[in-house]
């Protein structure tokens, strides 16, 4: 999962705002990391920067950033800036998970869940799955360097079964805004300084894809008893903007098979309702 999600889930601060009637819109002002990849970047090649070019067309209006790094204090300093006498800067953020409470919540419009990216190297070319992982000698696992993001569900599961001493921690929130979470994979697996990483989905998907053919395998982990994978993510827009977030609902279910297929591009795993894999289409 990408920083971003692991930094809200762990925010507890309730948010509330006053009603008040949405301006005029001349433009889709998307609140961004620019430098975020696969979810958005300076250039606008993300994920959510081709969604956001999908509803400002939708929308017939341009689309604007704004940008600013996501850590702690991303909607405060976002969605939620406002100086006395000033319009805010933005007024939507193209992912969030559900169950975020710091902004109102759109409508899902996909779940994933972490993978399990392996180099495919010292013996795991044939791993094709969790359980296939999980059952290698013990002697091969203890081998292993697996990079795991701190406070993640990945780290809990590698301590359900007893793999902590091969876990190479690596901090949710980095002070320096020109790391990403996707380095985990794209420098340090590539390179050999890791055998595996656990990382949100749509991060192992992209960079396994981008490392090249034969190089990296994605698996998708399923949930299980004591350590949950997948959540569902949706917008945020400011609480009390009714007509707006009734606006992106729309917009979400008018666009949905134009946003699965953004997101298979991207190579994000994607599961149904229930949180087993979603059928093709």
Same mark, same amino acid.
């Given at each position: 999962?990408?920083?971003?999600?692991?930094?809200?889930?762990?925010?507890?601060?309730?948010?509330?705002?006053?009603?008040?009637?949405?301006?005029?819109?001349?433009?889709?002002?998307?609140?961004?990391?620019? @430098?975020?990849?696969?979810?958005?970047? *300076?250039?606008?090649?993300?994920?959510?920067?081709? $969604?956001?070019?999908?509803?400002?067309?939708?929308?017939?209006?341009?689309?604007?950033?704004? +940008?600013?790094?996501?850590?702690?204090?991303?909607?405060?300093?976002?969605?939620?800036?406002?100086?006395?006498?000033?319009?805010?800067?933005?007024?939507?953020?193209?992912?969030?998970? !559900?169950?975020?409470?710091?902004?109102? *919540?759109?409508?899902?419009?996909?779940? +994933?869940?972490?993978?399990? !990216?392996?180099?495919?190297?010292?013996?795991?070319?044939? !791993?094709?799955?969790?359980?296939?992982?999980?059952?290698?000698?013990?002697?091969?696992?203890?081998?292993?360097?697996?990079?795991?993001?701190? /406070?993640?569900?990945?780290?809990?599961?590698?301590?359900?079964?007893?793999?902590? =001493?091969?876990?190479?921690?690596? @901090?949710?929130?980095?002070?320096? &805004?020109?790391?990403? &979470?996707?380095?985990? $994979?794209?420098?340090?697996?590539? *390179?050999?300084?890791?055998?595996? =990483?656990?990382?949100?989905? &749509?991060?192992?998907?992209?960079?396994?894809?981008?490392?090249?053919?034969?190089?990296?395998?994605?698996?998708?982990? &399923? +949930?299980?008893?004591?350590?949950?994978?997948?959540?569902?993510?949706?917008?945020?827009?400011?609480?009390?903007?009714?007509?707006?977030?009734?606006?992106?609902?729309?917009?979400? !279910?008018?666009?949905?098979?134009?946003?699965?297929?953004?997101?298979?591009?991207? @190579?994000?795993?994607?599961?149904?309702?229930?949180?087993?894999?979603?059928?093709? /289409?």
């Amino acid at each position: 999962m990408k920083t971003w999600l692991g930094c809200m889930l762990a925010l507890s601060l309730a948010s509330a705002g006053q009603a008040q009637q949405p301006p005029a819109r001349t433009a889709l002002r998307v609140c961004q990391d620019p @430098n975020n990849m696969p979810f958005s970047n *300076q250039a606008a090649e993300g994920i959510e920067n081709r $969604i956001a070019q999908l509803f400002g067309k939708a929308l017939g209006l341009p689309v604007s950033y704004y +940008s600013f790094p996501q850590r702690m204090g991303f909607v405060r300093n976002t969605l939620r800036y406002k100086l006395p006498d000033q319009d805010y800067p933005c007024d939507i953020i193209m992912g969030v998970p !559900v169950g975020f409470d710091q902004v109102a *919540q759109t409508r899902p419009y996909y779940r +994933s869940t972490y993978t399990l !990216v392996l180099a495919r190297r010292k013996g795991l070319e044939d !791993v094709q799955s969790s359980a296939d992982f999980l059952a290698l000698p013990a002697a091969r696992r203890e081998a292993l360097r697996i990079g795991v993001y701190d /406070r993640s569900p990945g780290s809990e599961w590698l301590l359900a079964h007893g793999l902590l =001493a091969q876990g190479v921690p690596y @901090n949710m929130l980095s002070p320096n &805004p020109e790391q990403y &979470p996707g380095e985990i $994979i794209e420098k340090d697996l590539v *390179q050999g300084k890791l055998d595996a =990483a656990i990382v949100w989905g &749509p991060i192992g998907g992209y960079f396994s894809k981008r490392a090249g053919e034969g190089q990296l395998r994605s698996i998708a982990l &399923p +949930s299980e008893p004591g350590v949950r994978f997948d959540y569902a993510m949706a917008m945020g827009v400011r609480y009390g903007e009714r007509e707006w977030k009734a606006q992106i609902d729309q917009l979400i !279910v008018a666009k949905q098979d134009e946003i699965r297929r953004i997101l298979q591009e991207f @190579n994000v795993p994607l599961l149904d309702e229930a949180g087993t894999k979603a059928a093709e /289409r």
